[in-house]
């Protein structure tokens, strides 16, 4: 069974930092993979999404993430976080017709 | 387009009380998946449906029966809760995959959650 593991569970910065999230999976197969964001008090919105091509994937707000086969791993990444990038941040992989296996989440706190 | 619509949005049972939480999709999607989030776990996979009148157990289906009547529609019946149930809710859909492939590659909607307690 595939798992995902995001080993940042809080990561704090300043406004204007660079941010970078790490993602890594188990599965030797093909994969599909996913960024989700949860805002607080909403629900989760997709970020960017992966599927086959160019490995580095760009998604809304200024985020992208880069896959890298021979490492299983996801990274998500922005150059300059803002105040608003305040969130909860999802990994997940999807291996076939069942659901998503997401990762435990990484809490992203920006200080003003 | 409502997107992803679940009722109630919380909840309070006492331990052995019964309750259904209702999703609702208006988008068509032919699958559809309930999920419940706790602190420091993410999502974690309860049951799934891959069409009307199918379901199929996920990760933690203990404790939890689902039904697909209508294909718009996905419940999450508790049939006796317990204080290990309290957790957020969350429902999903998604359409088929492309290319002929049954394979749920596709995005993920998200409903807003039911906060569900478990005294």
């Known amino acids: 069974a595939q798992s995902v593991s995001q080993h940042n569970h809080h990561v704090i910065l300043s406004e204007a930092a660079s941010l970078e999230l790490g993602c890594n999976y188990s599965?030797?197969?093909?994969?599909?993979l996913f960024w989700y964001v949860q805002y607080p008090g909403q629900h989760l919105q997709l970020l960017l999404k992966y599927f086959s091509g160019d490995p580095l994937v760009k998604g809304i707000k200024g985020f992208e993430a880069e896959f890298i086969k021979s490492k299983f791993s996801f990274n998500l990444r922005k150059p300059s976080v803002q105040w608003s990038d305040t969130a909860e941040y999802f990994c997940a992989v999807n291996t076939g017709r069942r659901a998503l296996t997401f990762g435990s989440g990484t809490r992203l706190q920006v200080q003003p | 387009n409502a997107g992803v619509t679940q009722t109630p949005k919380f909840r309070v049972l006492k331990t052995g009380q019964s309750m259904t939480l209702l999703c609702a999709q208006d988008m068509n999607h032919e699958y559809m998946y309930w999920y419940r989030q706790d602190p420091g776990m993410g999502l974690r996979l309860i049951h799934y449906s891959v069409g009307e009148g199918t379901t199929a157990k996920g990760e933690v289906p203990d404790g939890y029966n689902v039904s697909r009547l209508k294909k718009q529609n996905f419940l999450l019946g508790l049939e006796s809760a317990a204080p290990s149930q309290t957790s957020v809710y969350f429902c999903a859909s998604s359409s088929k995959g492309t290319g002929g492939k049954e394979r749920g590659y596709n995005e993920q909607f998200f409903g807003p959650g039911t906060r569900l307690t478990v005294l």
């Open positions: 599965y030797g197969g093909t994969v599909n």
